[in-house]
């Protein structure tokens, strides 16, 4: 079973700062199948990225992902207000079908 | 624009049963792969179970903590998810989120379901 590590458990930076949060997974996942959600106080997680690097619809370019394997990265360039969030990373497997998600990295304002 | 409504959780007694529904709009329902989520209060996100559109054959699966007491189904005519949950317990208290598409890419504003005496 894939096990999903996200890194750190929380990130404290300031609006205007460049945010770098890691999901690192205990075994190689497709690249296709790697999503990133953000998920605000009292709302629903929002897909932010899927296919470890293609934006979801609406998602403003500062939210960029990379990584292959089992080491994927969500970047945020410039974090403005409305970025400090929780952030889960997400992963879908074919045998068995299941969907695993990562503990979550806090991203908090300093 | 997608809609989800997610409704029927409250609090049941350990043991017991619920039955959570998700009203859907917005998108063509009948083609869609629906799955549920679940966050345990201040905790992190854990799938549920998901059900294929009919054309790809209609299947579920389930995560392994709830195979066996909960049933994903769907009435595409009504434009409906369901989630049945039976011998419920405590550590099944959650918001149950339903979620649309293969990517889960919208999400409803969930449910809370309390197991408790």
Same mark, same amino acid.
């Given at each position: 079973e894939i096990v999903l590590t996200q890194s750190p458990g929380t990130l404290s930076l300031s609006p205007g700062e460049r945010a770098t949060l890691s999901c690192r997974a205990s075994q190689s996942v497709s690249s296709s199948y790697l999503a990133w959600y953000q998920q605000k106080p009292g709302q629903a997680p929002r897909l932010l990225i899927? %296919?470890?690097?293609t934006r979801a619809? %609406?998602?403003?370019?500062r939210f960029s992902g990379s990584g292959s394997g089992t080491d994927f990265t969500l970047t945020i360039s410039r974090l403005e207000p409305e970025d400090f969030a929780v952030y889960y990373c997400q992963q879908y497997g074919t045998s068995p079908p299941k969907y695993t998600f990562g503990q979550g990295t806090k991203l908090e304002i300093k | 624009e997608v809609q989800l409504v997610e409704s029927g959780g409250g609090l049941v007694n350990p043991g017991g049963s619920l039955r959570l529904s998700c009203a859907a709009s917005g998108f063509t329902f009948n083609n869609a792969w629906m799955t549920w989520v679940r966050q345990a209060p201040g905790k992190g996100l854990e799938w549920v179970g998901r059900i294929k559109s009919k054309a790809d054959g209609g299947t579920t699966d389930y995560a392994a903590l709830v195979k066996a007491r909960f049933t994903v189904s769907r009435d595409d005519s009504k434009n409906t998810l369901y989630l049945q949950m039976n011998s419920?317990? #405590?550590?099944? #208290?959650a918001v149950y989120y339903c979620t649309t598409g293969a990517i889960l890419d919208f999400w409803g504003q969930g449910t809370l379901v309390t197991v408790s005496s």
């Open positions: 899927y %296919g470890a690097s619809t %609406g998602i403003p370019d | 419920l317990k #405590t550590e099944d #208290t």
